[in-house]
């Protein structure tokens, strides 16, 4: 029984931790064509974890605009790329934000989440 009363402690202790400190999604996009995002909020610090893939290699492109939503004021370019491939930026900036993406031949996929300070501080890009 106390086995059994430890390895629910434990168990329960774990998923809180692993939940502390965990990234929270606050807004994913998907999709094949240019487009304008719907407004995100964001509190500094957080990401921008950017996937791109296509059938045709050759002829990819994507660009990441970053827009103040309240003002359409062009924040700027987070990713210019015309391989396939992922990423991840870093931002220190609070507020209502929109992306402006521009794809050609590719399938994307874009996950804004927010971050800890702590978690900020093992940011590495990619």
């Not at 296509?54 to 605009?65: G, H, K, R, S």
């Not at 700027?76 to 521009?102: A, E, M, P, W």
Request: hydrophobic share 45%; aromatic share 10%; proline share 2%.
């Amino acid at each position: 029984m106390k086995l059994l009363i430890r390895l629910c402690t434990f168990i329960f202790l774990t998923s809180f931790a692993a939940s502390v400190g965990a990234s929270e999604l606050v807004r994913e996009f998907r999709g094949t064509d240019s487009t304008t995002t719907v407004e995100f909020t964001v509190e500094s610090p957080w990401i921008l974890d950017w996937h791109l893939n296509a059938d045709y290699e050759q002829l990819v492109a994507l660009d990441i605009t970053l827009i103040e939503a309240r003002s359409g004021r062009h924040v700027g370019l987070v990713k210019h790329t015309k391989r396939i491939g992922n990423g991840v930026r870093l931002f220190h900036l609070d507020g209502t934000y929109q992306l402006r993406i521009s794809a050609t031949f590719a399938r994307w996929r874009i996950k804004i989440e927010q971050l800890t300070d702590a978690e900020a501080e093992l940011y590495e890009p990619r």
